[in-house]
T-cell receptor, first 112, second 114 residues
């Protein structure tokens, strides 16, 4: 049972345009959401997070939006840069739970 | 400050062999965990520890053992390797429980079991 889903395995975006990565979840107990970025042969690195008490969090070119009623979050990257080409994972956790539940990842390719 | 260090980077085992994947952190983090990454499956939690002497099972613990004798080290043991354990393994640590803070990950160990 995949509680966190990233339905797009891959996405290609022109350099300078906006990249939008989507993530859906089924567990209504999730209250903290994170995005990780992963380059080949490296571990995932934390990008941005959002608590369920917010609907938006921004950090430079990266913004995460949370729609609790739709159980949906999205990561916006603007403007997209070639160095953003990587696999992006969304993850979620619930109160008192010791683990993060990860989605399957979306491979983002930025076209110069 | 090296962060989270995993060794080895690559390993090939034959079915039935045993080995230990090493994970060390120098950030004095209480929480440490092991994940495996498989194609189309995301990252799945194997085992975790909330402090020295305390370990617990994650989502996919079968075939793996862990121990936490020090704050710094959290080794993952495969007692009898199986082809289904071919994967990339990531160790992570945190000052807080996993659900409350981002996890710094190591760079991974790519394991192939033939």
């Amino acid at each position: 049972d995949q509680q966190v889903k990233q339905n797009s395995p891959s996405l290609s975006v022109q350099e300078g345009r906006i990249s939008i990565l989507n993530c859906d979840y089924t567990n209504s107990m999730f209250d903290y959401f994170l995005w990780y970025k992963k380059y080949p042969a490296e571990g995932p690195t934390f990008l941005i997070s959002i608590s369920s008490i917010k609907d938006k969090n921004e950090d430079g070119r990266f913004t995460v939006f949370l729609n609790k009623s739709a159980k949906h979050l999205s990561l916006h990257i603007v403007p997209s840069q070639p160095g953003d080409s990587a696999v992006y994972f969304c993850a979620a956790s619930s109160p008192g739970n010791e683990k993060l539940t990860f989605g399957t990842g979306t491979r983002l390719t930025i076209i110069p | 400050n090296a962060g989270v260090t995993q060794t080895p980077k690559f390993q090939v085992l034959k079915t039935g062999q045993s080995m230990t994947l090493q994970c060390a952190q120098d950030m004095n983090h209480e929480y440490m965990s092991w994940y495996r990454q498989d194609p189309g499956m995301g990252l799945r939690l194997i085992h975790y520890s909330v402090g020295a002497g305390i370990t617990d099972q994650g989502e996919v613990p079968n075939g793996y053992n862990v121990s936490r004798s020090t704050t710094e080290d959290f080794p993952l043991r495969l007692l009898s390797a199986a082809p289904s354990q071919t994967s990339v393994y990531f160790c992570a640590s945190s000052w807080d429980r996993a659900g409350n803070s981002p996890l710094p990950f190591g760079n991974g160990t790519r394991l192939t079991v033939t």
